[in-house]
């Protein structure tokens, strides 16, 4: 793999968007709304803990350092592509990633999730956040050099870029930390209104700049992870934070690329999700692919919903599950095939390998 420093000596390629290495790709097509000669398939978290070779990189570093150090944050990311032949990359990097470029006291505890030194839940904590100022390039470097450097290896195979939606970022700042319920945030999002959108606000400008950051060093597509939006009922989604993800959303509007909006215990919410901006909506394990593509009315992109629990079954119980995805999906006008949610730790990388072996062999 060529280095950074490499890089910026030798001229640099167009977009892979715009001079044509990933326009036609299968995973772009069927973001189109087209039907590529098969199904295209990546899997959610395909870089990280399942991988042998993963551990081998990461190990004594941490996460937050590892998606922050250009050589290896691009290195964890094309390992997939390498071993299993999947259809697209996505960046490697975490939701919280944003929240410490933009000076958050906030770390990955190993075995806990995103911890901040301290929680985000006064009108004071949120000033002190938006007097912070935006994004700047110079914070998002290390970001966009990690692209690059990607981009560069991929060729003709499409980067994805990652954020978290504002919702899930707001949610962990008024937490702390992990939580099941997110009673704070959502009794924040009640109790003192201002507040909460003047939060979600910020995070949807540091989440766009985020994007925004990764689309112009190179990637071909955007997935928002909305990871606790299910935690939400429909009203308080449309009134409290669809508005904040439109805004998110708005960061690359002009940049041509297709956006997946993914959130987990979603079903109620598919078409808010589309609405505020995104071409293709991701869905998780709970719904059959037709039963969303009749919510979404039929018009709408899907991504998904293999199990991630059926990872590890049986390979018949396994190959009989992916075909009924592949099958179900075909009444979207594109499908791009994925997991219901992230890959287990556990998972054996070949199993991940022959999925993609056998949704490359249906045709589509």
Known sequence: ?????????????????????????????????????????????????????????????????????????????????????????????????????????????????????????????????????????????????????????????????????????????VEGRPSRDHLAARTLMHADPDTWRALTEWAADVTGAFLRAQVLAGASAVQLFDSWAGSLSRADYEAHCAPSSARALSHVADLGVKVVHFGTGTEHLLTAMRDVGADVVGVDYRTPLDEANRLLGGRTPIQGNIDPALLGAPWPVLEAHVRDVVRRGASAPGHVVNLGHGVPPTTDPDVLTRVVELVHGLGA
């Open 1 to 173: 793999m060529g280095t950074w420093a490499q890089l910026r000596r030798d001229p640099a390629p167009g977009p892979p968007l715009t001079d044509g290495r990933t326009a036609h790709s299968a995973v772009v097509r069927a973001f189109s709304a087209d039907r590529p000669d098969h199904p295209p398939v990546w899997f959610m978290r395909q870089a990280g803990r399942s991988l042998p070779e993963y551990r081998a990189v990461r190990e004594g570093v941490g996460m937050l350092e590892s998606c922050l150090q250009p050589d290896l944050a691009s290195e964890i990311t094309l390992q997939p592509v390498r071993r299993h032949g999947v259809d697209a990359a996505i960046f490697f990097s975490d939701i919280v990633v944003p929240l410490r470029l933009a000076g958050v006291d906030v770390d990955i505890a190993p075995g806990v999730g995103p911890v901040l030194g301290s929680a985000v839940r006064t009108a004071d904590d949120v000033a002190r956040l938006v007097d912070a100022g935006p994004l700047t390039p110079e914070a998002l470097a290390p970001v966009s050099e990690g692209v690059r450097l990607t981009v560069a290896e991929l060729d003709r195979t499409p980067l994805l870029g990652f954020a978290g939606a504002p919702f899930t970022l707001a949610a962990y700042l």
